[in-house]
């Protein structure tokens, strides 16, 4: 029995990098800031961040692009997702962990909110199978 899920909490690093493939499907790129609290040795509290990247396809890309900036907070629940390549320079194989994501929540203000929405803006997961399709 296999589960891939993520669940994140945080505030966009920068504003979304948005492009669309060839084939047409849009694709938005946010990178998360997630803070944690904790005390060092001398007993006082640190902050610590966690940065992670996250793809967004087709219709959550383009609200992404329409309503998050730098700074905005979001919950992405998505999958983890290991993008491989061979370094062009070097011959070297090369991967990255990163973080697919199927749902957006908006947290920010309600000035940043799709206008018809009241609650948080939550994004249906994509079906499994157009998430293989999706090119990396």
């Known amino acids: 029995m296999n589960r891939n ?12 990098e948005c492009r669309t493939s060839p084939g047409g499907l849009e694709i938005a790129d946010i990178c998360l800031a997630i803070n944690k609290k904790r005390k060092n040795a001398a007993g006082e509290t640190e902050e610590e961040a966690t940065f992670i990247d996250v793809t967004l396809f ?8 329409k309503y998050l900036q730098k700074g905005e907070p979001v919950l992405i629940d998505g999958s ?5 390549w061979e370094d062009k320079e070097t011959g070297q194989k090369r991967n990255k962990m ?3 994501g199927h749902q957006i929540t908006f947290l920010g203000g309600a000035e940043k909110k799709p206008a018809a929405q009241t609650q948080p803006a ?6 499994e199978k157009d998430v ?5």
């Open 122 to 127: 939550i994004i249906p997961a994509v079906a």
């Open 98 to 100: 990163k973080v697919v």
């Open 132 to 136: 293989d399709d999706i090119p990396f």
């Open 58 to 65: 087709d219709d959550k890309a383009s609200l992404a692009k």
């Open 80 to 84: 983890l997702r290991v993008d491989k």
């Open 5 to 16: 899920r993520v669940e994140l909490m945080g505030r966009l690093t920068r504003d979304p």
